[in-house]
Structures are given as structure tokens and as C-alpha cells.
């Protein structure tokens, strides 16, 4: 069983469309959640943090749930510049020594 | 922008070459991690410096090696190259100093032949 687990995708929505992406993970002592975005052919870059309260920049909403062991990312009013990969991370601590686990990623394809 | 820069952007090498590839940033941050990520794959973490020493590594065989500088830029070092080694190499700097996670550098595309 993978440590993080996605749903590949792709997902294929039209603009204006709200589109949520779910990840499990499997080990209980993790401590700090990410949802991370790549384009293609480039790097991951950091979308948001998540907390276990939940949280929300702009379009995007984070939900945490420890006691299942479940992440989420929910995309409102979906632009066409959505369109990318979009990779669930965990890691082990808050700080210090940082090994982040990456799942395979939801692509995202956000037609006109 | 995070300020990482890696070198060199695009390599291809044989199978049973070695390789360097190098990372640096403009903070000089005193953590980097490096991870590899496969076609499809997310990144996997190889393994972390912190102030010059290992501070932790994945599940790959010794034949993949870093340093990390005093002025805190590091290099990955990979020998006896096989063809699975092709992927897209990662560096990272944080978490710490302002940083909450990690940040990456554009990578390296590896090819081996």
C-alpha cells in the first residue's frame, strides 16, 4: 500500500466548475499536510498548507481529517490556468528534519 | 520565486556513467533535501543535509551520494547509472528560516541511454 494515496485523474471539468480532490494516507504519527501544484515539465510549488481546522485561500479550500486519515482539496469557479497536476504531500513533523511523501498527483483539466 | 537554481537543466548519459548535478540557492539555506521524480510518479525523497551532514535518506542505494557545502550549496552525485535512474531531479531547501516546507529548484532531466 502506497503512504499517500490519489485518485490519477484525469479530471476534466469545464470553467466555472467546482472540482474536489481526495488523498488518504497511511502513516497516523504524520504531522504536516500540503497540497502542492506542478505544471507539466516543471517543479512542484507549494498551493497551501493544510490544518486540521480547515482552510481557504481564495478558490481553494483544505480540509484535514486525522481521525480518518483523509486530505482534500475543493477548487471553486475553476479557471483554465487550473489545469495542472495536483500532488498531496505529507510529512512526518512540523520542523526540523522534513522528509515529504508525495502521492502520484490528480491532473486537472479545466476546458472553455 | 524560491531563488533555487539547479544545474545543469538537461543531461543524458549511459548506462554505468556517473553524474553530478548541483543545487543552489541565493538565501544559502542550511537545509536541502533532494528527491526523484519518474514520469508519472510523484517526487520520491533520496535524501536531506542539514549544515553539511546527511540528515536522513530514503529508500536509495548508496550508489546515490550528496554533499552540501559551507556556503550551503550541495551537489547529488549518482554512479553506475541504469537506465531506471532517468527522471526528473529535485532539490529543495527548508523547512526553516521563514519557511514552513520545502521549496524546489526546476530540476534536472536526467536520460540515461
Known amino acids: 500500500r502506497k503512504e499517500v494515496e490519489q485518485d490519477p485523474g484525469p479530471f476534466n471539468v469545464p470553467e466555472g466548475a467546482t472540482v474536489a480532490f481526495n488523498c488518504t494516507y497511511s502513516?497516523?504519527?504524520?504531522?504536516?499536510f500540503f497540497w502542492y501544484r506542478q505544471d507539466c515539465r516543471k517543479e512542484p510549488k507549494l498551493l497551501m498548507s493544510?490544518?486540521?481546522s480547515g482552510n481557504e485561500d481564495g478558490r481553494f479550500t483544505a480540509q484535514l481529517n486525522r481521525a480518518s486519515q483523509y486530505i482534500s482539496l475543493l477548487i471553486r469557479d475553476s479557471k483554465l490556468s487550473d489545469s495542472a497536476t495536483y500532488l498531496c504531500?505529507?510529512?512526518?513533523?512540523?520542523?526540523?528534519?522534513?522528509?515529504?511523501?508525495f502521492g502520484t498527483g490528480t491532473r486537472l483539466l479545466v476546458s472553455p | 520565486e524560491t531563488g533555487v537554481t539547479q544545474s545543469p537543466t538537461h543531461l543524458i548519459k549511459t548506462r554505468g556513467q556517473q553524474v553530478t548535478l548541483r543545487c543552489s540557492s541565493q538565501?544559502?539555506?542550511?537545509?536541502v533535501s533532494w528527491y526523484q521524480q519518474a514520469l508519472g510518479q510523484g517526487p520520491q525523497f533520496i535524501f536531506q543535509?542539514?549544515?553539511?551532514?546527511?540528515?536522513g535518506r530514503g529508500n536509495f542505494p548508496p550508489r546515490f551520494s550528496g554533499l552540501q557545502f559551507p556556503n550551503y550549496s550541495s551537489e547529488l552525485n549518482v554512479n553506475a547509472l541504469e537506465l531506471d535512474d532517468s527522471a526528473l531531479y529535485l532539490c529543495?531547501?527548508?523547512?526553516?528560516?521563514?519557511?514552513?516546507?520545502?521549496?524546489f529548484g526546476p530540476g534536472t532531466r536526467l536520460l540515461v541511454l
Open positions: 502513516n497516523s504519527a504524520s504531522q504536516s
Open positions: 493544510v490544518y486540521s
Open positions: 543535509y542539514y549544515r553539511e551532514e546527511e540528515n
Open positions: 504531500v505529507v510529512g512526518p513533523r512540523n520542523t526540523g528534519f522534513q522528509k515529504l511523501v
Open positions: 529543495a531547501i527548508g523547512p526553516g528560516q521563514g519557511r514552513e516546507t520545502q521549496y
Open positions: 538565501s544559502g539555506h542550511n537545509t
